[in-house]
């Protein structure tokens, strides 16, 4: 296709990021007031980061090692697809319970660990597989141990390990939802809430100038961890390996599965279903499914859910027979996937302010579709590679023509990573914080804006009710076959 | 049928040069190199799957070098077989059909021992089975022109052998010519009736098989159907020599070379040149000795025992090329 095409497409893509960095730009006194809170966002996350790489590294080597059944991913998927603000609401019930303070850095780094170290797990344990398998089965055939097996391992798999830092250190920077609950009550910023906060902020002159240059710096502080991004690794094949410590890798899944998913789920239901101060036992749903913004951000949720997926599915659908440019259109929208949502979403107020899409749901759905896209066209993609494509083609030369070929061929074979990419997008637009928490305006609220203002206005059952919904729903998702599509 | 000019393209190491070819109706070309040496890049631009950078293909007459692979009229067996994972035995012949008919499709399914196979998907077929399906899909595309791309490579040896010689029959039987790329030397023997050996791109020699094997014209051609012994030698007035044993030569008269000859090619004989047999070993159905000339070591079909020392003569002109 034409490359002025492409230019436009580019420049309207990267309109909202162009935008917020020209305004941050004009409003740079901002930022060495707050420079120490920049240093201490980027140091949470590099924390963050190396405690989720630390834990599910660990994990996904105990796994390696023990040549554990991928069926157990199960127990660490379960706490992947909680939403990451309903497991820090969970924790925060399940501290209190205990009689612990979860609120600040220790509580963070908790949920955050609880939710992004299966991700480090996704990301490592196929890079183990493909890369170490053979070298571990050479290292025990010639006899190399210790320090020396160490030496011919670790540098193989040295390039998996620095992808998936740079991975999680994106997602633990742009994160809003875990500091949200966890950080804000306690005057705790990141960057991602001081941005929202600067935003609402009453006594700010210029409340959007001031997000913007906060943005601006979020922005500058994730641009080396794109550059990190690689390509994920399709699935390894299984090698006759000796399982070692079944028994550590099975207790090491139990003991996180009990800790991710078990402790926040206890903290939830103990909320919502018995009375805090009588204790008697006494739901809270049908209290807080009476609430209007709660009604309100159902139907907006579940809307936008359906509507962003379903045309997702479709520009999949539709480009599917074009794989070059759907290659070069996802690497276009890789940008608002890997950046930071609060970058878009400030990005998106400055340039439709003036329109009258402003403050309306259609806002919202356009910053899911933007949020969203890359992910639903590299499931796309992974099933083109995969051989959809080739197989296409093969059906080309026998002649059939191009409709015939991908309605017989090439659909049918592609649904199954379709399919993943629905339930990749639908669960995360469904729970969506980020985008919405920015976004939002009266009657185009979310479900995860009316967990926040249920929470900031102390109707604490009533937001564990609605968590635990959305808990539910996801965990729902474990029962779907999942397919080639990971993180 | 097929008939290609000059054709190039520049494709990293495996590109192709100034390949010129003719093919007849219902003949079978084999097309025999190394790796790297531009067979399936040759094979993928006559199917359009890769266009060239110069010349031109013409099939019946007519240019297709421009034509997209599904105009082309050509079925294709991959390697892999490239087997449409959801369709059914029998829905890979269908779709492929100009006139679906369903009888047609079973005929041709019996013929190449698939019937009662037709409702299974390719995961429940062995190895053989799926290559018989990718072949009879290509058949039932009635093609004007068959590629095959190392078919049998993935194949145990007993079933290779019998698949071969079926598909050459049945390729004959329904006069469809075929271009077979393959490293095999024995499967180009058994199957094809030209062969042409490729290296580095370019078409080195091309003729009958048998011809190709017994004289051929470049150490690139000798190489491609193994069975091959090469020793360094010095040639003298189209001689080389050794103890006053003298052998004319043809290739190399004078200077350094190597002479190339087959593992038959040696015979006992009272005048020979004496040799050491060094080791012995049971070939296929065959004797065969590596035993220690004049010039080094080589391997001649040859009743001996090691330790044994037995007086070898060329059985004809034996060839020396350019060091």
Known sequence: MAAPFWWLLWLGVASPLLVLAARGLGNLSLVPKVLDLAGASLALALAGSLLCLLVGGGLAWLAFRARLHPGWDVLLLSAYLVPPFVGALGFLYALQMLGLRPYGVGGILLAWTAHYAPMAYLLLRPALEHRLAPLLLACEAHGVRGGRRLRALLPPVLPALVAAFGALYLTLLGNFGVPAVLGLPAQVYTLPTLAYSRLFSPASPDPLGEAAAVGLLLGLLALPAVLLHSAPVGEPALRPLRPRWPWAARLGFLLFALLGVGLPLVGLLQRALFNTFSGAFEPAFSAALALPLVRQGLLNSVGLALLATGLLLMLGLLLAPWPEAARRLRRLLDLHYLLPGTLLAIGLILVFAPTPIYATPWLLLLAYLLNFAALMLRAVEVGLEGGVERLVGVGRLFGLGPRRAWFRIGYPLLWPYLAAGVFLVMPLALAELTLSALLYAPGAETLGVAVLSALNGGLFREAAAIGLLLMAFSLLLLLLPRRGVVA | ?323
């Open chain 2, 1 to 323: 049928m097929l008939r290609i000019e000059g054709l190039t393209k520049s494709f990293g190491k495996a590109g192709v040069h100034q390949v010129s070819l003719g093919l007849g109706r219902g003949q079978i070309l084999a097309l025999l190199g190394a790796s790297g040496s531009g067979k399936t890049t040759l094979l993928n631009l006559v199917a359009g799957l890769l266009l060239p950078d110069s010349g031109r293909i013409f099939l019946d007459g007519e240019d297709v070098t421009n034509l997209p692979p599904e105009r082309r009229g050509l079925a294709y067996v991959f390697q892999d077989h490239a087997l449409w994972p959801h369709l059914t035995v029998l829905e890979h012949l269908l779709l492929v059909m100009k006139e679906p008919r369903k009888e047609e499709a079973l005929a041709l399914l019996e013929r190449v021992g698939l019937l009662g196979l037709e409702r299974r998907r390719p995961h429940q077929l062995s190895g053989g089975q799926k290559q018989r399906v990718a072949l009879a899909r290509a058949l039932a595309a009635r093609p004007r022109l068959l590629l095959l791309d190392e078919p049998y490579s993935a194949l145990d040896p007993v079933l290779r052998e019998e698949l071969r010689l079926e598909v050459a029959s049945l390729l004959r039987a329904e006069g469809v010519g075929a271009l077979h790329v393959t490293h095999d030397p024995d499967e180009a023997l058994a199957v094809a009736d030209r062969v042409a050996v490729l290296e580095g791109g370019r078409i080195v020699q091309e003729g009958l098989p048998a011809e190709v094997y017994a004289r051929p014209n470049s150490l690139a051609a000798a190489r491609a159907f193994g069975r091959l012994n090469l020793l360094p030698v010095e040639v003298r007035g189209g001689q080389v020599g050794w103890d006053g044993v003298v052998w004319p030569v043809e290739g190399v008269q004078e200077g350094p070379g190597f002479l190339a000859f087959r593992y038959e090619e040696l015979v006992p004989s009272p005048a020979g040149l004496l040799a050491r047999v060094e080791a012995s070993y049971d070939g296929r159905g065959e004797r065969l000795c590596r035993v220690r000339l004049g010039w080094g070591e080589a391997v001649v079909k040859l009743e001996a025992l090691p330790g044994q020392e037995v007086r070898l003569a060329p059985v004809g002109l034996l060839r020396v090329f350019p060091r």
